[in-house]
């Protein structure tokens, strides 16, 4: 069962502030955050690895909770560049091997 | 390095036709993945595989095939093909994180 993001869609402003959430039913035991523009592929932003650890990049950046099985990712003082689709993912044991899967996905618009 | 190479880049098949996604990887990784990408929609999981001559199924396997031979090559396999399968198809290899092919643009009419 892949991890929901909320919100599904969200338009902001240049200079303003957004948080995506990416939560999931079963244990987290890391979670990856990426970005699609459209018609491109899925580029990587950052790596969680342990419960709470928070990471950086650029004006980016994000938390993780183990317990809650829950990882935000924060976008601060927005630019144009910023607009794509978000994902979270994460990876699920599947007889003693790893799959990665991805949440639902959060599309994001900054506008001028 | 090239990193994760994908062709064809489109392609657009007749109903009930069958193809082959070319995927190969030049950076020694063990895992690779096949995912694809409905249009406006999120990433599904087709299959993935640990190494060479090992592959297991992720959450959308029915009406695709794959086979690793080698480490390099991921090739996936599209029988009997159906509008359904019309998509945006993406190669991954791994090493704590996803590196993406260019994907490959798949219409069935």
């Known amino acids: 069962q892949q991890p929901v993001q909320s919100p599904q869609a969200v338009i902001l402003r240049e200079g303003e502030d957004a948080v995506i959430n990416c939560s999931s039913s079963k244990a987290l035991y890391s979670v990856h955050w990426y970005r699609q523009k459209h018609g491109e592929a899925p580029v990587f932003l950052m790596i969680l690895l342990k419960g709470g650890e928070q990471k950086g990049h650029e004006k980016i950046s994000a938390s993780f909770n183990e317990k809650k099985q829950q990882s935000s990712l924060y976008l601060t003082a927005s630019q144009l560049s910023y607009s794509g689709t978000y994902f979270c993912g994460t990876e699920r044991v599947s007889s003693g091997t790893y799959k990665y899967i991805f949440g639902t996905g959060t599309r994001l618009k900054v506008l001028a | 390095n090239a990193g994760v190479t994908q062709t064809p880049k489109f392609r657009i098949l007749k109903i009930g036709q069958s193809m082959t996604l070319q995927c190969t990887q030049d950076?020694?990784?063990?895992?690779m993945y096949w995912y694809r990408q409905d249009p406006g929609m999120g990433l599904k999981l087709i299959y993935y595989?640990?190494?060479?001559?090992?592959?297991d199924k992720g959450e959308v396997p029915n009406g695709y095939n794959v086979s690793r031979s080698t480490t390099e090559d991921f090739p996936l396999r599209l029988e009997l093909a159906a509008p359904s399968q019309t998509s945006v198809y993406f190669c991954?290899?791994?090493?704590?994180?996803?590196?993406f092919g260019s994907g490959t643009q798949l219409s069935v009419l």
């Open positions: 950076m020694n990784h063990n895992y």
């Open positions: 991954a290899s791994s090493r704590e994180k996803l590196f």
């Open positions: 595989s640990v190494g060479a001559g090992i592959t």
